[in-house]
């Protein structure tokens, strides 16, 4: 199961660096409205590119829970500042994901 979960969460996070990257209107619009930058979403999907990457390697997936861990709690944070409370489900539940990830991967064998 930990090793579909990880390639679900590579992919997921792969698809949101393309959606960043590309970032059509209404990501555009969603980052003005949280009071970001306009080039904040190239930070985003940078760490996100990071996190999928390092999921994809054993050596990296603790790494990339941890680093994919923050991008999910900011994510949902401001979401959450921002009274979007049903949208903050999603990256709490990528959260959780990555969390049993990095547990699975930290238990002794």
Known sequence: MTQALIWFLSIFFLIGT???GYGPQTIREGYARWGYP??????TALLELAVALLLLFPAGIGWGAILGMGVMAAAHLTLLHHR????SIG???VFALLALVLWQVT???
């Open 84 to 87: 979007e409370t049903l949208q």
């Open 91 to 93: 990256p709490a539940v």
């Open 38 to 43: 306009s080039w904040f979403r190239y930070v």
């Open 107 to 109: 238990l002794p064998s």
């Open 18 to 20: 393309f959606t960043n």
